[in-house]
C-alpha cells in the first residue's frame, strides 16, 4: 500500500513556475514508477510525466516537453514536478501516481493516486 500526498500548487502569472511534491509514505517507493497527470474542468485526465524506479529515465507529454521536469529522491519517498514558463492551459488540477508498470503514460496502469493539488495559471 502507498499513500501519496501532492503539495505545491497554487495561483501563479502566465511565464511563472510551480514546483509540485508528492510525498509518499511506505517503506516501497522505489518499486514504483511514478508520474504526473493533470486533469481540467470538462476535460479528461491526461498525462503530463513520468520517471522510472530509479530516476534514470523520464517522459513527458509533448505540451509540457522543455517546460516541466520531474524528478525522485527515493531515500525521501518523494517525486518532484517542476513547472517552469507555465501557460494557462497548464491550469488544472494535478495529481501523483504509483505504477508497477514501466514509466508508463497510461492511467489505467496506475494502482495508487494522491488526491490532486490545483495549479491555475492567470493569462
Known amino acids: 500500500q502507498v499513500q501519496l500526498v501532492e503539495s505545491g500548487g497554487g495561483l501563479v502569472?502566465?511565464?511563472?513556475s510551480l514546483r509540485l511534491s508528492c510525498a509518499a509514505?511506505?517503506?516501497?517507493?522505489?518499486?514504483?514508477?511514478?508520474g504526473?497527470?493533470?486533469?481540467?474542468?470538462?476535460k479528461e485526465r491526461e498525462f503530463v510525466a513520468a520517471i522510472n524506479r530509479?530516476?534514470?529515465s523520464t517522459?513527458?507529454?509533448?505540451?509540457?516537453?522543455?517546460?516541466?521536469?520531474?524528478?525522485?529522491?527515493?531515500?525521501?519517498?518523494t517525486v518532484i514536478l517542476q513547472m517552469n514558463s507555465l501557460k494557462?492551459?497548464?491550469?488544472?488540477?494535478?495529481?501523483?501516481?504509483?505504477?508497477?508498470?514501466?514509466?508508463t503514460s497510461y492511467y489505467q496502469q496506475?494502482?495508487?493516486?494522491?488526491?490532486g493539488t490545483q495549479v491555475t495559471v492567470s493569462s
Open 36 to 42: 504526473w497527470f493533470r486533469q481540467a474542468p470538462g
Open 54 to 56: 530509479s530516476g534514470g
Open 13 to 16: 502569472q502566465a511565464g511563472g
Open 110 to 115: 496506475y494502482v495508487y493516486w494522491g488526491q
Open 88 to 103: 494557462p492551459e497548464d491550469t488544472a488540477v494535478y495529481y501523483c501516481a504509483a505504477s508497477t508498470y514501466y514509466a
Open 25 to 34: 509514505s511506505g517503506r516501497t517507493f522505489s518499486s514504483y514508477s511514478m
Open 59 to 77: 517522459y513527458y507529454a509533448d505540451a509540457v516537453k522543455g517546460r516541466f521536469t520531474i524528478s525522485r529522491d527515493n531515500a525521501k519517498n
